[in-house]
Protein backbone atom coordinates (compact mmCIF):
# COMPACT_ATOMS: atom_id res chain seq x y z
CA UNK A 1 0.00 0.00 0.00
CA UNK A 2 1.27 3.60 -0.89
CA UNK A 3 -0.62 6.22 0.66
CA UNK A 4 -4.20 6.01 0.80
CA UNK A 5 -6.43 3.55 -0.84
CA UNK A 6 -10.67 3.27 -0.71
CA UNK A 7 -12.60 0.68 -1.42
CA UNK A 8 -14.97 0.23 -3.02
CA UNK A 9 -14.09 2.46 -6.78
CA UNK A 10 -17.86 2.61 -6.91
CA UNK A 11 -20.90 1.05 -5.82
CA UNK A 12 -24.36 1.27 -6.53
CA UNK A 13 -26.70 1.14 -3.79
CA UNK A 14 -30.66 0.50 -3.37
CA UNK A 15 -32.24 3.11 -1.03
CA UNK A 16 -32.52 1.68 2.77
CA UNK A 17 -29.66 -0.63 2.48
CA UNK A 18 -26.22 -0.21 4.69
CA UNK A 19 -23.02 0.95 3.30
CA UNK A 20 -19.54 1.01 4.78
CA UNK A 21 -17.00 2.52 2.70
CA UNK A 22 -13.64 1.81 3.80
CA UNK A 23 -9.98 4.00 4.04
CA UNK A 24 -6.69 2.94 4.81
CA UNK A 25 -3.37 5.03 5.11
CA UNK A 26 0.16 3.56 5.79
CA UNK A 27 1.60 6.91 6.27
CA UNK A 28 0.85 6.97 10.25
CA UNK A 29 -0.73 10.43 10.08
CA UNK A 30 -2.47 11.18 13.35
CA UNK A 31 -5.47 13.05 11.42
CA UNK A 32 -8.14 11.39 8.84
CA UNK A 33 -11.01 12.90 7.07
CA UNK A 34 -14.20 12.02 4.81
CA UNK A 35 -15.36 14.64 2.39
CA UNK A 36 -17.90 13.94 -0.34
CA UNK A 37 -17.53 15.99 -3.44
CA UNK A 38 -20.46 17.17 -5.77
CA UNK A 39 -21.12 19.33 -8.40
CA UNK A 40 -20.79 22.81 -7.85
CA UNK A 41 -20.46 22.40 -3.93
CA UNK A 42 -16.56 21.95 -3.71
CA UNK A 43 -15.44 19.22 -1.29
CA UNK A 44 -17.92 19.33 2.00
CA UNK A 45 -16.37 17.52 5.07
CA UNK A 46 -18.56 15.17 6.60
CA UNK A 47 -16.81 13.76 9.55
CA UNK A 48 -12.71 14.06 10.94
CA UNK A 49 -11.03 12.36 12.92
CA UNK A 50 -7.67 13.91 15.08
CA UNK A 51 -6.46 10.68 16.29
CA UNK A 52 -7.22 7.18 16.63
CA UNK A 53 -9.99 6.72 18.87
CA UNK A 54 -11.38 10.36 18.52
CA UNK A 55 -13.63 11.51 15.94
CA UNK A 56 -15.41 14.83 15.49
CA UNK A 57 -18.64 15.98 12.94
CA UNK A 58 -17.92 17.89 9.88
CA UNK A 59 -20.09 20.36 7.32
CA UNK A 60 -22.66 17.97 6.80
CA UNK A 61 -22.50 15.00 9.22
CA UNK A 62 -26.29 13.41 8.58
CA UNK A 63 -26.69 10.23 7.82
CA UNK A 64 -23.15 9.03 8.24
CA UNK A 65 -20.98 7.57 11.06
CA UNK A 66 -17.34 6.81 11.41
CA UNK A 67 -14.85 5.24 13.84
CA UNK A 68 -11.46 5.29 14.27
CA UNK A 69 -10.62 1.93 15.97
CA UNK A 70 -6.73 2.59 15.01
CA UNK A 71 -4.58 4.72 13.21
CA UNK A 72 -4.80 3.28 9.65
CA UNK A 73 -8.34 2.77 9.12
CA UNK A 74 -11.24 5.27 8.97
CA UNK A 75 -14.31 3.62 7.42
CA UNK A 76 -17.60 5.97 6.68
CA UNK A 77 -20.83 3.83 7.23
CA UNK A 78 -24.26 5.11 6.16
CA UNK A 79 -26.61 3.27 8.12
CA UNK A 80 -30.06 3.64 5.61
CA UNK A 81 -28.56 4.99 2.45
CA UNK A 82 -30.66 8.10 0.79
CA UNK A 83 -30.64 8.76 -3.08
CA UNK A 84 -29.47 12.34 -1.64
CA UNK A 85 -25.78 11.06 -0.60
CA UNK A 86 -25.03 10.03 -4.71
CA UNK A 87 -21.75 11.67 -4.68
CA UNK A 88 -18.30 10.82 -5.20
CA UNK A 89 -16.28 10.27 -1.77
CA UNK A 90 -12.97 10.78 -0.66
CA UNK A 91 -10.90 9.92 2.29
CA UNK A 92 -8.07 12.32 3.07
CA UNK A 93 -4.80 12.44 5.95
CA UNK A 94 -2.59 14.85 7.26
CA UNK A 95 -0.18 14.35 9.80
CA UNK A 96 -1.86 16.50 11.83
CA UNK A 97 -0.28 20.19 11.31
CA UNK A 98 -2.91 22.44 11.83
CA UNK A 99 -4.27 23.88 8.22
CA UNK A 100 -1.78 21.58 6.85
CA UNK A 101 -1.48 19.66 3.39
CA UNK A 102 -4.20 16.63 3.00
CA UNK A 103 -3.25 13.34 0.64
CA UNK A 104 -6.46 12.32 -0.76
CA UNK A 105 -7.66 8.60 -1.54
CA UNK A 106 -8.78 7.59 -5.63
CA UNK A 107 -12.31 8.57 -4.11
CA UNK A 108 -15.63 5.90 -4.11
CA UNK A 109 -18.35 7.14 -6.17
CA UNK A 110 -21.64 6.16 -4.71
CA UNK A 111 -24.76 6.17 -6.36
CA UNK A 112 -28.13 5.57 -4.56
CA UNK A 113 -30.98 4.63 -6.09
CA UNK B 1 -20.08 31.84 8.64
CA UNK B 2 -16.79 30.28 6.91
CA UNK B 3 -16.55 30.23 3.53
CA UNK B 4 -13.94 30.02 0.60
CA UNK B 5 -15.47 31.65 -2.87
CA UNK B 6 -13.60 30.90 -5.99
CA UNK B 7 -13.72 32.78 -9.27
CA UNK B 8 -14.22 32.08 -12.15
CA UNK B 9 -16.40 29.02 -11.83
CA UNK B 10 -15.34 27.77 -15.41
CA UNK B 11 -12.59 29.05 -17.75
CA UNK B 12 -11.98 28.11 -21.30
CA UNK B 13 -8.46 29.00 -22.74
CA UNK B 14 -5.83 28.33 -25.62
CA UNK B 15 -2.61 26.66 -24.88
CA UNK B 16 0.21 29.75 -24.51
CA UNK B 17 -2.57 31.63 -22.62
CA UNK B 18 -1.91 32.77 -19.06
CA UNK B 19 -4.71 32.44 -16.45
CA UNK B 20 -5.27 33.80 -13.16
CA UNK B 21 -7.70 32.25 -10.80
CA UNK B 22 -8.98 34.03 -7.55
CA UNK B 23 -9.68 32.44 -4.29
CA UNK B 24 -11.49 35.32 -1.82
CA UNK B 25 -12.22 33.78 1.62
CA UNK B 26 -14.12 34.68 5.30
CA UNK B 27 -13.11 32.50 7.75
CA UNK B 28 -12.37 33.33 11.68
CA UNK B 29 -9.02 31.23 12.61
CA UNK B 30 -7.44 31.19 9.24
CA UNK B 31 -4.22 28.91 9.38
CA UNK B 32 -3.05 28.62 5.71
CA UNK B 33 -4.08 28.39 2.26
CA UNK B 34 -3.90 25.76 -0.09
CA UNK B 35 -4.45 25.13 -3.84
CA UNK B 36 -5.10 21.49 -5.30
CA UNK B 37 -5.45 20.50 -8.51
CA UNK B 38 -7.95 17.22 -9.67
CA UNK B 39 -7.79 15.93 -12.71
CA UNK B 40 -10.15 12.58 -13.09
CA UNK B 41 -9.92 11.51 -9.60
CA UNK B 42 -8.10 12.71 -6.02
CA UNK B 43 -6.99 16.16 -5.79
CA UNK B 44 -3.48 16.64 -5.47
CA UNK B 45 -1.81 19.53 -3.96
CA UNK B 46 -0.06 22.92 -5.23
CA UNK B 47 0.79 24.87 -2.86
CA UNK B 48 0.60 26.11 1.05
CA UNK B 49 0.62 29.66 1.51
CA UNK B 50 0.78 30.67 5.53
CA UNK B 51 2.53 34.63 4.66
CA UNK B 52 0.90 37.72 2.66
CA UNK B 53 3.37 38.84 -0.22
CA UNK B 54 5.60 35.53 -0.13
CA UNK B 55 5.09 34.21 -4.02
CA UNK B 56 5.10 30.35 -4.35
CA UNK B 57 6.34 29.07 -7.69
CA UNK B 58 6.33 26.11 -9.20
CA UNK B 59 7.40 25.59 -12.93
CA UNK B 60 4.54 27.89 -14.62
CA UNK B 61 2.49 27.98 -11.28
CA UNK B 62 2.87 30.30 -9.16
CA UNK B 63 0.62 31.63 -6.29
CA UNK B 64 0.41 34.41 -3.81
CA UNK B 65 -1.54 35.39 -0.66
CA UNK B 66 -3.05 38.34 1.06
CA UNK B 67 -3.77 38.03 4.14
CA UNK B 68 -5.10 41.97 4.57
CA UNK B 69 -7.37 41.97 1.35
CA UNK B 70 -8.49 37.91 2.24
CA UNK B 71 -7.80 36.20 -1.38
CA UNK B 72 -5.26 34.27 -3.12
CA UNK B 73 -4.32 34.21 -6.79
CA UNK B 74 -3.38 31.04 -8.04
CA UNK B 75 -1.28 32.06 -12.38
CA UNK B 76 -0.56 29.89 -14.97
CA UNK B 77 1.88 30.88 -18.05
CA UNK B 78 1.77 29.60 -21.12
CA UNK B 79 -0.69 26.87 -20.56
CA UNK B 80 -1.04 23.91 -22.06
CA UNK B 81 -3.84 20.91 -22.53
CA UNK B 82 -2.61 19.07 -19.60
CA UNK B 83 -3.33 21.72 -17.15
CA UNK B 84 -6.75 20.87 -18.23
CA UNK B 85 -8.56 20.54 -14.39
CA UNK B 86 -10.43 21.59 -11.74
CA UNK B 87 -8.09 24.19 -9.40
CA UNK B 88 -9.21 23.86 -5.40
CA UNK B 89 -8.33 26.49 -3.25
CA UNK B 90 -8.63 25.38 0.76
CA UNK B 91 -8.18 27.51 3.90
CA UNK B 92 -7.05 25.72 6.63
CA UNK B 93 -9.07 26.41 10.31
CA UNK B 94 -6.30 26.92 12.96
CA UNK B 95 -9.50 26.70 15.29
CA UNK B 96 -8.07 25.34 19.10
CA UNK B 97 -9.07 21.98 19.00
CA UNK B 98 -9.16 20.64 15.48
CA UNK B 99 -6.44 19.26 13.79
CA UNK B 100 -5.90 20.85 9.87
CA UNK B 101 -9.55 21.41 8.68
CA UNK B 102 -9.91 22.65 5.40
CA UNK B 103 -12.90 24.27 4.12
CA UNK B 104 -12.78 24.18 0.22
CA UNK B 105 -14.24 26.17 -2.35
CA UNK B 106 -16.09 25.31 -5.35
CA UNK B 107 -13.38 24.78 -7.79
CA UNK B 108 -12.47 26.30 -10.90
CA UNK B 109 -12.47 24.78 -13.84
CA UNK B 110 -9.89 25.09 -16.36
CA UNK B 111 -10.25 23.83 -20.00
CA UNK B 112 -7.22 24.82 -22.07
CA UNK B 113 -7.88 24.04 -25.98
CA UNK B 114 -5.14 23.36 -28.38
Known amino acids: IAGITQAPTSQILAAGRRMTLRCTQD?????MYWYRQDLGLGLRLIHY???????GKGEVPDGYSVSRANTDDFPLTLASAVPSQTSVYFC????????????FGPGTRLTVL | EDKVVQSPLSLVVHEGDTVTLNCSYEVTNFRSLLWYKQEKKAPTFLFML????IEKKSGRLSSILDKKELFSILNITATQTGDSAVYLCAVGDGSSGNTGKLIFGQGTTLQVKP
Open chain 1, 49 to 55: SNTAGTT
Open chain 2, 50 to 53: TSSG
Open chain 1, 27 to 31: MRHNA
Open chain 1, 92 to 103: ASSDGGRGGEQF
